[in-house]
């Protein structure tokens, strides 16, 4: 393989791993991104470290910890002037860089895109049909499908680029996003009311925390932008529930498909430019997502679905075609993985590792075994309570630290700290919180020595 390889990363929004054939999906079929896994490696063990959409863009970007990067909620925004972005050190080593799509990391000076020689990106989350751009700033509206559009925009960018110089393109979709508006063309996919239900749609919470019994990402309470339709009458919680299910599942599915097609459609133009056996292919999202899992939609807990991550790459030559890893990776590990790719030496500040040897099927002896998350937002949007915790190969433990008068608009509400530990060889569906279960002390012991662990490495402090 040649050095300096072009590197393309396609980012989708809230597109859970369970939503991809490749990943087993039973809900849809991604042939394109199956394409990109047969041809390259496909990850099984990919984390976020906040499960929401503008602080994990910015641990993309930074490859830091919320708590360092400064991003931790969706109401933040990055400061592109003076943090460390895997995008401004390519470009200062000679690659022509672009972004096109969603950027949510804020609209005006200092949080525009930076170290970008071409950006056109939504604002904040944009929309479906029609959408408006900022392009280098100046505002441009576009007719047709979002999706549609910045695959276009991106390959239209391509056309530009020096064969020559290696490249850096950042193509982020707002699909499969709220409100799930689907292409016309894909309107009729799928037949409503005949997707498999998730095994845990109907969960009752009985042995989880009351942080988590008191959310508020029931699919059946979400708003009717999203649903599009009023329930049938007569239906009791169950059956609601169940429709709501198929309501969402259908049309979230829809809009993957358009992503799945930009997706083929960037694959060609590797191909037909001659540009694909040296190019570093990548698709991911910015986090998981629920897909009816415990009755839920949305993301945020530390829950498997919302914590796991799509992660394919292609790079022929260098990532076996075809492989399956199962070593565990972070978005903490994307930006120093970009670097060394490019012959680039992670910056002391970045706080991830690359992931190189582990996308050739070579785990090093010292690679990561656990995980550190964190939540940080207080109750905003959701009702869902700020947490954290560890999660390594078998068991996952998480600490609820409650709410406050302080921490909330809520005078009333008050939750006390909690804590929940999952056996996840034998409780995959995590419905079965053993905290505090005399058979689990002493992996609790160690969960809990590991937390202290992790935390301090990440520079993190106990809850405030």
Not at 94 to 115: D, E, F, R
Not at 359 to 380: A, I, T
Not at 427 to 434: G, H, M, Q, Y
Request: charged share 25%; with cysteine; hydrophobic share 35%.
């Amino acid at each position: 393989m040649p050095s300096r390889p072009n590197i393309l990363f396609i980012m989708s929004d809230d597109h859970a791993a369970h939503a991809i054939s490749a990943y087993g999906s039973k809900v849809n079929n991604t042939p394109h991104i199956d394409r990109l896994a047969s041809e390259g490696a496909r990850l099984t063990n990919t984390f976020c470290t906040n499960a929401i959409c503008t602080p994990s863009r910015a641990t993309i970007l930074t490859g830091q910890y919320s708590h360092v990067n400064g991003v931790l909620t969706l109401d933040d925004e990055i400061d592109s002037s003076r943090r460390v972005q895997s995008q401004k050190i390519l470009a200062a080593a000679g690659y022509k860089t672009a972004i096109v799509g969603k950027w949510h990391l804020g609209n005006n000076p200092p949080s525009n895109p930076q170290g970008f020689d071409y950006w056109n990106v939504l604002p904040g989350q944009g929309d479906y049909n029609d959408p408006t751009f900022f392009e280098m700033g100046e505002k441009v509206q576009y007719e047709g499908y979002v999706t549609d559009i910045i695959t276009e925009k991106a390959t239209e960018w391509l056309d530009t680029v020096d064969g020559d110089d290696p490249f850096f393109l950042m193509v982020h979709h707002k699909a499969p996003h709220s409100s799930w508006i689907p292409a016309k063309r894909h309107e009729n996919l799928g037949v409503e009311g005949e997707f498999p239900e998730p095994e845990t749609l109907q969960d009752d919470y009985e042995t989880r925390s009351q942080a988590v019994k008191m959310s508020s990402i029931q699919i059946e309470d979400t708003r009717k932008e999203n649903l599009k339709f009023d329930p049938p009458p007569g239906l009791n919680q169950e059956e609601l529930r169940s429709w709501a299910y198929q309501r969402y599942i259908t049309d979230y599915t829809r809009t993957v498909q358009a992503v799945d097609d930009s997706v083929g459609t960037l694959l060609d133009y590797l191909d037909e430019h001659n540009l694909a056996d040296n190019t570093l292919v990548v698709y991911t999202s910015d986090q998981g997502m629920f897909l009816g899992d415990h009755g839920w939609h949305d993301k945020r807990f530390m829950y498997e679905e919302s914590l796991r991550m799509p992660f394919i790459a292609k790079l022929p030559g260098e990532i076996p075609a075809g492989s399956v890893v199962e070593g565990m990776l972070l978005n903490l590990d994307f930006a120093p993985t970009f670097l060394d790719y490019a012959g680039i030496e992670r910056p002391g500040e970045m706080q991830g590792e690359s992931a190189r040897g582990l996308l050739r099927g070579e785990v090093p002896d010292d690679w990561r075994s656990s995980l550190y998350y964190r939540y940080w937002m207080h109750l905003q949007g959701h009702r869902i309570v700020p947490h954290y915790g560890v999660r390594n190969e078998r068991y996952k433990l998480i600490y609820y630290y409650g709410v406050t008068t302080e921490d909330t608009r809520m005078p009333d509400l008050e939750i006390p700290d909690e804590w929940e530990l999952y056996d996840l060889e034998e409780d995959p569906n995590e419905l079965n919180n053993v905290y505090g279960n005399p058979e689990y002390a002493a992996v609790q012991a160690e969960m809990l020595a590991e937390l202290d662990r992790l935390q301090a490495e990440a520079g993190d402090t106990p809850r405030h």
